[in-house]
């Protein structure tokens, strides 16, 4: 089982930047791709980046060109740097598989708040 724990989140106000990191348990970025999702209040949780294993990565339209998604395979982390952020960016991040649909489980996410 891989467990993923999520951090680098924080208070940002419109148009500054964050850098996510996502660790991992144990190696798996030699298998396994990765996804970036977010859920904001009252809203459905959204995949909005995903690297594959062989480093390809996709965005979201709300995040193309503001986000960029990243991996450090020694150090079994992913990374998430946010740039522009926006306030309809304000959510939970979380890290997981980059299939929802085989997504088994969540970890607790990171706090991002865009706000003045």
């Known amino acids: 089982q891989v467990q993923f724990v999520e951090s680098g989140g924080g208070l940002v106000q419109p148009g500054g930047s964050l850098r996510l990191s996502c660790a991992a348990s144990?190696?798996?970025?030699?298998?396994?791709?990765m996804g970036w999702y977010r859920q904001a209040p009252g809203k459905q949780r959204e995949l909005v980046a995903i690297i594959t294993s062989a480093g390809i990565t996709n965005y979201a339209d709300s995040v193309k060109g503001r986000f960029t998604i990243s991996r450090d395979s020694a150090k079994n982390t992913v990374y998430l740097q946010m740039n522009s952020l926006k306030p309809e960016d304000t959510a939970v991040y979380y890290c997981n598989k980059p299939v929802i649909s085989t997504v088994t489980s969540w970890g607790q996410g990171t706090q991002v708040t865009v706000s003045s």
């Open positions: 144990r190696s798996f970025f030699g298998i396994y791709g």
